[in-house]
């Protein structure tokens, strides 16, 4: 395991995080740690399909080739 790295939460979200904790009968760390790899996942997806896009896009720009809407 990696070292521990702090996270101040609004008082509001303490009291959610335990409420949801103790509902699904795990720690809010396991909690924390579950939002914060979907969130990456998510986020790491839509960066990528960014990339694509843009290479699609320059591709376009310099070749004047498209896929048509029927194809």
Do not use: N
Request: glycine share 2%; with cysteine.
């Amino acid at each position: 395991m990696s070292p521990t790295k702090g996270v101040k939460l609004y008082d509001t979200t303490q009291q959610r995080l335990a409420a949801l904790a103790r509902i699904r009968d795990r720690s809010s760390h396991w909690l924390m740690c579950r939002a914060i790899e979907s969130f990456l996942d998510r986020e790491e997806h839509y960066e990528r399909e960014k990339r694509e896009d843009m290479e699609r896009w320059e591709r376009y720009q310099l070749t004047g080739v498209a896929i048509s809407h029927e194809a």
